[in-house]
């Protein structure tokens, strides 16, 4: 089986569509003519996930996180301080990433996700 997502013809700068069968919502944009499918759903607390042209970053709309639109990997950490240091991470910290084709210009997820 697989799952279409959308026409490419659609695709302008990024969209978002909600996924049934993964439960996630995803969110599919160009960067330097790739295509990338990515969650929209930022680990920190769910916000939605955008893609912001100007900076060529992933941004979340609640509190301004970034991610690598390559690798999905959280590239902000909104601690500053001189206080007490401790280690502290974040789980899970990177967007999850989706393996997906192009077939007849339409994109398609594969269907290994289950
Ligand atoms: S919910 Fe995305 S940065 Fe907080």
Do not use: A
Request: net charge positive; aromatic share 16%.
């Amino acid at each position: 089986m697989k799952i279409e997502i959308c026409d490419l013809k659609d695709l302008n700068l990024y969209l978002t569509k909600f996924v049934k069968e993964l439960r996630d919502e995803l969110i599919i944009y160009k960067l330097n003519g790739e295509i990338f499918v990515k969650s929209s759903i930022c680990p920190h607390f769910g916000g939605e996930i955008y893609f912001c042209k100007n900076k060529k970053k992933l941004r979340c709309k609640w509190h301004d996180w970034t991610y690598c639109p390559k690798t999905g990997k959280c590239e902000t950490y909104n601690i500053k301080t001189n206080v007490r240091n401790y280690k502290v991470s974040t789980y899970p910290k990177d967007l999850k990433n989706y393996d997906f084709f192009i077939e007849n210009n339409k994109l398609y997820l594969n269907n290994d996700f289950t």
